[in-house]
C-alpha cells in the first residue's frame, strides 16, 4: 500500500510537471493525492484490527460485541461506498457517507460506555477490554478516513471545501 | 481555519497552474496542501478538547489525570516541533517527532487502562470517565496529526515516503 500510494504521487507529479493541467484538472489531480493518502491509513487500520483480532484469538469475548460489529459493517460499507462515490464523481452519495459516519459514532460511543460501565474484574478480562478499545477506536478512524474521502470528492466535484467530519 | 486551509489551497492550485514549478517545488506545494490540511484537523480537535473541559466544568476528576496531562504536554509540543521543523525543513527535527508520538501512545494506553480498570461507579463518575477517554483521544490523534506533518516534511526533504504512525 505504501508503495502504491508513493506510485499515485509521483504519477500526479509527473502529470503536473509534463501536462500542465487546468483548474478542474489539477483539482483532480491533488483530490487522488489525498484520497490514495487515505487509502493508505485505511489499510494500516485493517492491519491493526487484524493483529488484535490474532491477540484475542478464540477468547469468548467479555462484552457483549453487537456494537462493534454493527460499527465495522458500517465502515466497510462507507469505504465502499466512497470508493463508488469516487469513481462515479457522485456528490450525493458521498453526502451519505457523512450520515454513516454518526452512526458509526454514536456506536463508537456505546461501545465505550458499555466498556467503562463493567465491573472490575480479571487481568485476562481487563486485557481484552483494552484490546476492544483498540480494536472500537481503529474502526472509528477508518470510518473518519472514508469520511475524508468523501470530502475530498466533495471539493473536487463542488469545488469548494466541506467538512463532513463533525 | 478552515477558509485559510482553503486559502493554502487555492493559492497552491494557483501557484501550479501559472508558475509551472518543477519538480521539487511541485513536491514542496503539495506538502504544503497536505500539512494545511492536518494543520486544519489539528484546530478541530482543539474546539473538541474545549468543549469537553467545559462539560467536566469545575467537578474534581475521578481518576489521576497525570497521563492526560503529560500526553496533552508532548502533544503541544510535537505541535510547535512540527511547526519549527517545517519552517526550516529539518529532517532530523521530524525524526524526533515519531518518538514523542510514540511516547503519546504509551501514555494514551495507561490512561485507557486506568480507566477500564476503575471500579463501577456512579452515574456522574461514568459520565465523566467518558469524556475524559475522548479527551485522551483526541489528544493522541493530535499527535498523530503533528506526526503527518513530519512525514510530509520527511517526503519533501528526502523525495520519498516515510511512515513514521507505526
Redesign the interface.
Known amino acids: 500500500m505504501?508503495k502504491l500510494?508513493?506510485e499515485v504521487?509521483d504519477f500526479?507529479?509527473w502529470l503536473?510537471?509534463k501536462q500542465?493541467p487546468?483548474?478542474t484538472d489539477?483539482?483532480r489531480i491533488?483530490a487522488a493525492?489525498?484520497i490514495a493518502?487515505d487509502i493508505e491509513r485505511i489499510a494500516?487500520l485493517a492491519v491493526n484490527v487484524a493483529k488484535a483480532c490474532i491477540r484475542i484469538g478464540g477468547e469468548p469475548f467479555v462484552i457483549d460485541i453487537r456494537s462493534l460489529v454493527s460499527m465495522h459493517q458500517l465502515a466497510a460499507d462507507m469505504v465502499s461506498a466512497a470508493m463508488t462515490a469516487y469513481d462515479r464523481e457522485d456528490a450525493s452519495l458521498a453526502a451519505q457517507i457523512a450520515d454513516m459516519d454518526r452512526q458509526v459514532d454514536e456506536r463508537y460511543?456505546e461501545m465505550?460506555?458499555a466498556?467503562?460501565?463493567?465491573?472490575?474484574t480479571d487481568k485476562e478480562a481487563?486485557a481484552q477490554?483494552?484490546v476492544l478499545?483498540l480494536v472500537a477506536?481503529y474502526i472509528e478512524r477508518t470510518a473518519d478516513h472514508a469520511t475524508n474521502i468523501a470530502e475530498h470528492l466533495l471539493y473536487l466535484v463542488k469545488g469548494?471545501?466541506y467538512?463532513l467530519?463533525d
Chains 1, 2 share one sequence.
Open positions: 505504501d500510494e508513493e504521487n500526479a507529479l503536473i510537471a500542465q487546468v483548474a489539477l483539482r491533488i493525492i489525498k493518502g494500516d460511543g465505550m460506555r466498556l467503562l460501565e463493567m465491573e472490575k481487563l477490554m483494552n478499545a477506536r469548494k471545501h467538512d467530519n
